[in-house]
C-alpha cells in the first residue's frame, strides 16, 4: 500500500478462567491476564496506531471499591503509554501489599479477570481521546455498567438513532459508536430492571438481587434485541460489570474475530495468529467466531456460543484483509497472498513481452512482500515450463553448452526500493512537501541495465496513487529503465468503504479520477450528469431500495483502458521511461482467496442496503463539492423517506 490509509481496528478480550492466586502460584505472577493482553495488542499494532484502549472489570471488587476500569491514549505509542500508567499505578502499594492476592483480588486497579483491549484507527467517524475505546457507561449497579469496543462502522446510524429517540432516549452523540453503546446500554437497562422486578418478588435482600440478576443476565437476548437494525461490518466486544463478557461478529462475516479457550483462559482477537503466538497455539487449536454468532462468557466461566442474527445467505468476508490489512502470518492469508502474485503472472508476461533477459523484478512496501514470492513463483514455473519447451523443440541439436546455458537462466530479482525516510507532518506544505515526498523512497543504484532492462515492480494495492506520482515513479526513473510496469494485488478500488476503512470520497480513487477523464475526453459528459440526477433521485428513499448507479462511470470502458489511463495520470512530464499499470482482475482475486469474497471495493456489490447508500452519497457530494463535510446523515426519518 504505498498511499497511507486509515484502516480498520483491532480487538483483544481475555476472560481468566480460574482465581488470581491460580496464576500466581502457576505462573508466579498475578498480572498473567495483563501481560497476555498487552502482547495480543502489540501483535495487532499493525490495525490502529491513532490510540489505543483498555478496559477491566474486577469479579472480587468489594462495595467501596471501584470493580471497573479504563485507560487509554493517543498516538503510535498508545499502548506503551497505557500499560506503562498502569505500572505506575501499582507504585503506591507496598511489595507487602502486592504479594497479598487477597488484597490485590480487591483493591488494586486491573488486578481483574477480565480485560477488553483496543487498538484504534478513526474511520469515517471523528478522532480524539473521547472516541477512543472502549466506551463507558457506568452505573452503582454492576450489572449495569458496560465498556464497549469493537472494529466496526455502521452504514444506518440514522436509523439507529432515531429508535432510540423512540425509545425515549437522549443519546449524547451522534457517532455510530456511542449510539450503539446507548442502544446496548438500553437494552441492558431494561433486561436488569425485569430481573429486578422479578427478584424483588421473592423478597430477597439488596447485594442477593444484585448477585442474581447478575447470574441470570440474558446476554444472547439483549444483543438481538439490540442488534436488529444495525446494517455495517462489525466485530463488537463488551464486559459488562458483574462479570459478563461478550462478542458478537456482523451476519455478513464482514469483520473478523476468533478464539481460544481452555480451563485457564477465553481469549477472542482480530487475527488468528495473534493468539497462536501469544498463547504457542496450533492453528486448528482456534476458531472463528461465524458470522451473526456471539462468543458469550458468563461470570461464573460458562462459555456458549449463540446465533444473534441469522446468517446471511451470501457471506462476504472482507478480501482486503487478505490483501492489506492482516499481517500476513496467518497460515491461509499467507498463501492467498502468495496465490494473487502467482495469479498476475500471464499479464506481467504479456506486458514485457515475454523478454525474461530484460526484465528486473521487484516490491514495493513491506506488505508486497508475500505477494512478490508468490510472483516469483509462478514466473520461475513459467520460465521453467519455456526452458523445457526450448529443449524438447530441438532435442538432440542441442550442444551440453546450449542445454547449460539454458538452464542458467534465472528471472532476475533485485530488491530496487528503499524506503529511506518517514515525511513527519511538521515539514512544509506545497512544493518544498512535494519535492521532499519524492525522496521517501530510495533505489539500488546499480540494479538495472541502464536503458536495456523493464522494471516490474508488485505493490499490494494502489488507492490514491499519490506516492506513487510523487515518490516511487520519480525515483525509479533515476536507474533509466526502459519501461516501469507497476502491478498491484488487488484489483482497481473504485468505490467508497464503508464497513471499517476510511475511504468514503469518489475523489480518493485513481481508478475514479481515470474514468471521469475518459469520459470527459471522449464527450460522454452526459454518462456523468446521468449518473447524478439518478444518484439525487434516490437521496430520500429507503437505503433498501437504493441502487448502485455509480457502476455506470465505469461501464464505457474496460479495465485496461482505465488502467492506462491512470498510468498516463502517474507519469509526470520528467520521466523518461514508459509507464504500465497492471490490476489484479476480481476473478483472480476470487481464485486466490475463495472464502473471502467481500469485493465492493472493486465491484461495487455491497452486502448490505447500507452500501449502496454511501455510494450514492458518495457521489452526489463528489458532483457538488460538498467531500470534505463531515459524512453524517440528516436526520429526515422516515417520514421523508419514499
Not at 504505498?2 to 498475578?30: F, M, Q
Not at 444483543?223 to 461478529?249: E, H, M, N, P, Q
Not at 512544509?428 to 533505489?443: E, F, I, K, M, S
Request: aromatic fraction near 10%; charge should be neutral; include cysteine.
Amino acid at each position: 500500500m504505498t498511499d497511507i490509509i486509515k484502516h480498520e481496528c483491532g480487538i483483544a478480550v481475555i476472560r481468566l478462567l480460574k482465581p488470581l492466586n491460580y496464576y500466581y502460584n502457576k505462573y508466579g505472577t498475578w498480572q498473567y491476564g495483563l501481560d497476555k493482553m498487552y502482547l495480543l495488542m502489540e501483535k495487532q499494532h499493525n490495525r490502529g496506531q491513532e490510540g489505543a484502549g483498555l478496559g477491566a472489570v474486577k469479579l472480587e471488587a468489594s462495595p467501596g471499591n471501584e470493580f471497573i476500569f479504563r485507560e487509554r491514549a493517543l498516538g503510535s505509542g498508545a499502548i506503551s503509554e497505557i500499560f506503562s500508567n498502569i505500572h505506575s499505578s501499582f507504585q503506591r502499594f507496598s511489595k507487602d501489599q502486592l504479594s497479598n492476592i487477597e488484597f490485590v483480588k480487591t483493591s488494586v486497579p486491573f488486578a481483574s479477570e477480565l480485560f477488553i483491549g483496543h487498538l484504534r484507527y478513526s474511520t469515517t467517524g471523528k478522532s480524539g481521546l473521547s472516541y477512543v475505546h472502549p466506551l463507558l457507561r457506568r452505573n452503582n449497579w454492576a450489572s449495569r455498567s458496560l465498556a464497549l469496543a469493537g472494529n466496526f462502522n455502521m452504514t444506518n446510524v440514522d436509523e439507529m438513532f432515531e429508535q432510540l429517540l423512540k425509545e425515549g432516549q437522549h443519546p449524547r452523540d451522534y457517532a455510530d459508536t456511542f449510539v450503539m453503546l446507548e442502544s446496548l446500554g438500553h437494552y441492558l437497562d431494561r433486561e436488569v430492571q425485569y430481573q429486578y422486578d422479578h427478584l424483588n418478588k421473592e423478597r430477597m435482600n439488596g447485594q442477593q438481587i444484585s448477585h442474581e440478576i447478575g447470574e441470570r443476565l440474558d446476554i444472547p437476548f439483549l444483543l438481538k434485541r439490540a442488534s436488529a437494525i444495525w446494517d455495517g461490518g462489525y466485530a463488537l466486544c463488551g464486559l459488562i460489570g458483574c462479570g459478563d463478557a461478550f462478542v458478537l461478529r456482523d451476519p455478513w462475516g464482514i469483520r473478523s474475530a476468533f478464539y481460544y479457550h481452555d480451563d485457564e483462559i477465553a481469549v477472542v482477537a482480530s487475527e488468528r495468529p495473534v493468539i497462536q503466538t501469544a498463547f504457542n497455539l496450533k492453528r486448528d487449536d482456534i476458531h472463528e467466531i461465524q458470522p451473526g454468532e456471539a462468543l458469550i462468557v458468563k461470570r461464573n466461566g460458562s462459555i456458549s456460543l449463540h446465533q444473534i442474527q441469522e446468517k446471511k445467505e451470501k457471506i462476504t468476508p472482507c478480501s482486503f484483509e487478505r490483501i492489506y490489512f492482516s499481517r500476513g502470518s496467518d497460515h491461509d492469508i499467507y498463501r492467498e497472498r502468495k496465490k494473487l502474485g502467482e495469479l498476475l503472472v500471464p499479464k506481467i508476461m504479456e506486458t514485457v513481452n515475454g523478454d525474461f533477459d530484460n526484465t528486473v523484478f521487484s516490491f514495493i512496501p513491506n506488505t508486497a512482500e508475500v505477494a512478490y514470492f508468490g510472483m516469483l513463483q509462478g514466473l520461475e514455473d513459467h520460465f521453467n515450463h519455456k526452458k523445457a519447451l526450448t529443449i524438447l523443440e530441438k532435442g538432440y541439436t542441442l550442444s551440453k553448452e546450449e542445454i547449460d546455458a539454458i538452464l542458467s537462466k534465472r528471472v532476475r530479482s533485485e530488491k530496487v526500493a528503499i524506503k529511506d525516510i518517514k515525511l513527519r507532518t511538521f515539514i512544509a506544505q506545497g512544493n518544498t512537501r512535494n519535492d521532499l515526498a519524492a525522496h521517501v523512497y530510495d533505489v539500488t543504484y546499480g540494479s538495472l541495465k541502464r536503458g536495456v532492462d523493464s522494471l516490474v515492480i508488485i505493490d499490494d494495492s494502489i488507492v490514491r496513487g499519490t506516492t506513487l506520482k510523487q515518490s516511487i515513479i520519480k525515483i525509479l526513473d533515476r536507474l533509466d529503465p526502459k519501461k516501469i510496469i507497476i502491478v498491484s494485488s488487488s484489483p482497481q478500488i473504485r468505490y467508497p468503504d464503508c464497513y471499517g476503512i476510511d475511504m468514503s470520497r469518489m475523489s480518493e480513487f485513481i481508478a475514479f479520477k481515470a474514468a471521469i477523464e475518459l469520459l470527459k475526453e471522449r464527450g460522454m459528459q452526459s454518462v456523468i450528469d446521468e449518473t447524478y440526477k439518478k444518484s439525487v433521485a434516490q437521496r430520500h428513499m429507503k437505503k433498501e431500495h437504493i441502487i448502485n448507479y455509480v457502476k455506470d462511470i465505469y461501464a464505457p470502458f474496460t479495465d485496461e483502458d482505465i488502467s492506462n489511463k491512470i498510468a498516463q495520470m502517474l507519469t509526470s512530464k520528467e520521466i523518461k521511461a514508459e509507464v504500465k499499470i497492471v490490476f489484479q482482475s476480481i476473478e483472480d482475486l476470487h481464485k486466490a482467496c475463495p472464502n473471502n469474497g467481500g469485493d465492493w471495493y472493486f465491484s461495487g456489490d455491497y452486502p448490505t442496503p447500507g452500501g449502496n447508500r454511501l455510494v450514492n452519497n458518495a457521489f452526489i457530494n463528489y458532483i457538488e463539492g460538498q467531500e470534505n463535510k463531515a459524512q453524517q446523515y440528516a436526520l429526515q426519518f422516515s417520514k421523508n423517506e419514499k
